[in-house]
């Protein structure tokens, strides 16, 4: 059983760094795709960062592109998403993703991730 599970969110002020955790147990990471998507509410799950498997590639939504970053430690079978300079218009819920059968092309497509954490939240406010 592939079991995903997030921590890290909170509540934060504009400008402050927050680190997202996201621990896999039951499949092996490192040669999967791995990826942070986020929901507001009433909208559809959006892409906001991926790794794809092994090969170092990583991919950002332009909304986070500099400010994020995602990383991953197959060691501890764990995905990471640091994220700096925060804004008010991050605020969502953060879900990671994880599968091993998605290609470059469909990195940033939810609907090619089979395994999924149960989401945390991210609130940036002052």
């Known amino acids: 059983q592939v079991q995903l599970v997030e921590s890290g969110g909170g509540l934060v002020q504009p400008g402050d760094s927050l680190r997202l955790s996201c621990e896999v147990s039951?499949?092996?990471?490192?040669?999967?795709?791995k990826a942070w998507f986020r929901q507001f509410p009433g909208k559809e799950r959006e892409f906001v960062a991926a790794?794809?498997?092994?090969?170092?590639?990583?991919a950002y939504d332009d909304s986070v592109k500099g400010r994020f970053t995602v990383s991953a430690d197959n060691a501890k079978n764990t995905v990471f998403l640091q994220m700096d300079s925060l804004k008010s218009e991050d605020t969502a819920v953060y879900y990671c993703?994880?599968?091993?059968?998605?290609?470059?092309?469909?990195?940033?497509?939810?609907?090619?991730?089979?395994?999924w954490g149960q989401g945390t939240q991210v609130t940036v406010s002052s």
């Open positions: 993703a994880f599968g091993q059968r998605v290609i470059l092309s469909s990195l940033r497509n939810p609907t090619a991730y089979d395994y």
């Open positions: 039951g499949r092996t990471i490192s040669n999967a795709a």
């Open positions: 790794l794809f498997r092994n090969t170092g590639r990583a």
